[in-house]
Nanobody, 121 residues
C-alpha cells in the first residue's frame, strides 16, 4: 500500500503565497507522474499542474505563470508553490501520484486526503 500525505494549506489574502507539499510513502518501487488537482464547492475536480519523474511539467491555463510544481524524487515528494493567489483559487487541493509498487507490474493511482486553500480578504 501507498500513502500520500499533504501539508501546507491554509488561508491567505489575495496576492499572497502558499506552498503545498505531498509525500508518498509505502511499498514504492517508482513514482511516475505526480500532480495537483483542486475542487471548489459545486465544481468538478480539475488538474492544476503535473510533473513527470524526468521533470517535464504542464499547468492549467488559469495558474500558468503563478504556480510552480516541482518534485524531489529521492523523497517521493511533490511541491506546489502558489504565488499571486486569487479568490478563485479557493478550493480543496488534492495530490495524485501514479505509483509502481514493489512486486507489481502496472502502476496504480493514489490520492491524498486533500488540503484546504482559502484566498480571501
Amino acid at each position: 500500500q501507498v500513502q500520500l500525505v499533504e501539508s501546507g494549506g491554509g488561508s491567505v489574502q489575495p496576492g499572497g503565497s502558499l506552498r503545498l507539499s505531498c509525500a508518498a510513502s509505502g511499498s514504492i518501487f517508482r513514482v511516475n507522474v505526480m500532480g495537483w488537482y483542486r475542487q471548489a464547492p459545486g465544481k468538478q475536480r480539475e488538474l492544476v499542474a503535473a510533473i513527470t519523474s524526468g521533470g517535464p511539467t504542464n499547468y492549467a491555463d488559469s495558474v500558468q505563470g503563478r504556480f510552480t510544481i516541482s518534485r524531489d524524487n529521492a523523497k517521493n515528494t511533490v511541491y506546489l508553490q502558489m504565488n499571486s493567489l486569487k479568490p478563485e483559487d479557493t478550493a480543496v487541493y488534492y495530490c495524485k501520484a501514479s505509483v509502481l509498487e514493489r512486486g507489481r507490474i502496472t502502476p496504480r493511482d493514489y490520492w491524498g486526503q486533500g488540503t484546504q486553500v482559502t484566498v480571501s480578504s
